[in-house]
């Protein structure tokens, strides 16, 4: 399954995982069959009511019943079978695959949505359908401008497969409509839903959890939704700094980040939140007067993510690194790459970001960042901004992969990307120069807000050129004013 696999028909390219290949199958290739070779290896299974082929049936083949089942003996149903699309909430069916992303509706969100295929309400029971249609209601500024999610930082082993399995049913909706912005919507809600802090120890917390996985799973989306979490029994966060700084040093060091845990216990914390602070990190971050219009170049095949390295930037991952707004972390991720299913899915919504396929509202809701403030000496503050997981990984993917390229780019100009230890060449390297040529001098220099402050314009450009099967996820994530929470 970690297989890269072509589509088996002729005189059609479509490539990637066998879940992306199966998909492409079911929506494109309706009226041929697939050969018994193909079936045999991967060992498919078919609906006998829609006559389309899966790794898994799963729920599918009792939602096809309930739509296709009153049909099954007056008719003979088959694959090229066409059902009238049926909207669920505010998103837009398109009937053909190939119609332009342009064509688009504009959603209750105030942004664009998309879907680019059928949803026939008739498929799903009533729950279902009053479960989609309450994930499609939410609006992505309410979800942006949301207080950031407090997760747990591990998947308990005793609920591992519960969570695997809730997370395939947001995998499966974005792998059937990638521009539908309905399945993003939940999987970025799951944290939320599912991975909230709960009273710990013994058979009261398997219970508790394995309760809460079983609603999600029943589609009670809404119930889990408004839940508001009880307060964790032995945990006081009403503390002194002192004692923060240890208990977080104490975690990071559970995970093995020694080097972290030595920096906490020496920082000087975090800023105090509050209406001052939050006038502060506004001015270090101006608001452009308007989004930055450059398009990628045309008929430039966008990186395809290696499945090995996206599995190694998943192991390799910080341990206890910080969660983005919607409370994802790269410990729920290794939670998902223990089942080769979710591993495929996971790899497959990393590869649409990637190269940069996303619709409008969803882009803004994956580059959205909470931030919280450091103290500086001079009484003023040094912003933070901890951006979403899935877009950390996705960047960590393509780095790794273009660590080469990368490399000879920047070469020898500068010590920080693609270069491993990087800061102890440049030590070395000034020490030697300053040994061979007493009467040189050193210069640092350092420019106020570089980052905040650069036009883009000119940075887009240059990716465009440079390195453009990577530059529709980077113009996408960094051509618009990205959301920031400060939560006060």
């Given amino acids: 399954m970690s297989e890269k696999e072509s589509c088996p028909f002729a005189n059609c390219h479509s490539s990637g995982s066998l879940q992306r290949v199966l998909s492409h199958i079911r929506q494109v290739h309706t009226e041929q069959n ?17 006559r389309k082929w ?9 939602q096809c019943k309930v739509r296709l089942g009153s049909q099954a003996s007056s008719s003979n149903i088959n694959g090229s079978q066409v059902l009238e699309p049926l909207v ?20 209750s969100d105030g942004v664009t949505c998309f879907s680019d295929s059928p949803i026939p309400l008739a498929s799903l029971s009533d729950r279902e359908t009053d479960a989609w249609s309450f994930i499609g209601s939410i609006t992505i500024e309410d979800m942006v401008k949301a207080v950031p999610v407090r997760s747990v930082q591990k998947i308990n ?10 997370c ?15 399945g993003w919507k939940l999987l970025q809600l799951i944290p939320r839903m599912l991975l909230g802090p709960l009273e710990r120890g013994g058979k009261s917390f398997k219970k508790s959890a394995k309760s809460i996985y079983q609603k999600f799973l029943g589609f009670q989306w809404e119930e889990l939704f408004q839940w508001e ?7 006081n966060y009403n503390v002194n700094l002192n004692d923060q700084s240890q208990k977080a040093a104490t975690r990071l060091v559970r995970c093995g980040e020694l080097s972290r845990a030595a920096q906490v216990l020496t920082s000087s914390g975090l800023a105090p939140a ?9 001015a270090k971050h101006p608001v452009r007067s308007t989004d930055v219009n450059i398009q990628p170049l045309p008929d430039v095949n966008q990186i395809d993510l290696s499945k090995n390295d996206f599995l190694c930037c998943i192991r390799n991952s910080p341990r206890g690194s910080a969660a983005g707004p919607s409370g994802w972390r790269f410990e729920h991720f290794r939670a998902l790459i223990d089942n080769p299913i979710t591993a495929d899915s996971l790899h497959f919504v990393c590869s649409l970001i990637a190269q940069g396929s996303l619709p409008e509202c969803v882009c803004q809701l994956l580059s959205a960042s909470r931030l919280i403030a450091l103290p500086k000496s001079n009484q003023d503050v040094r912003p933070i901004a901890i951006g979403e997981s899935l877009r950390r990984l996705t960047a960590k993917c393509i780095c790794r992969q273009k660590k080469h390229d990368f490399a000879k780019f920047f070469s020898p100009i500068q010590h920080g990307v693609a270069t491993e230890g990087g800061s102890e060449l440049l030590v070395h390297h000034i020490q030697l120069l300053l040994e061979s040529h007493p009467d040189w001098v050193v210069v640092k220099t350092d420019v106020k807000n570089a980052f905040n402050t650069i036009n883009r314009s000119h940075l887009l ?22 959301p920031l929470v400060f939560l006060q």
């Fill in 34 to 50: 697939l050969s018994p070779e193909f079936i045999a290896r991967w060992n498919l299974s078919q609906c006998c009511y829609c």
């Fill in 54 to 62: 899966f790794l898994k049936l799963g729920q599918h083949m009792s």
């Fill in 88 to 107: 669920i909430s505010t998103t837009r069916s398109l009937r053909q695959r190939d119609v332009s992303s342009s064509e688009s509706s504009a959603s």
């Fill in 157 to 166: 082993p005793a609920v591992k497969a519960l969570f695997q399995e809730c």
């Fill in 168 to 182: 395939e049913i947001a995998f499966h909706w974005i792998e059937e409509r990638p521009l539908d912005s309905t």
């Fill in 229 to 235: 979490r009880p307060q964790v029994i032995g945990k």
């Fill in 274 to 282: 509050t209406a001052e602070t939050a006038t502060r990190l506004a």
């Fill in 461 to 482: 450009d240059l990716i465009k050129t440079t390195f453009p099967d990577i530059s529709s996820h980077i113009i996408q994530m960094y051509s618009k004013v990205n």
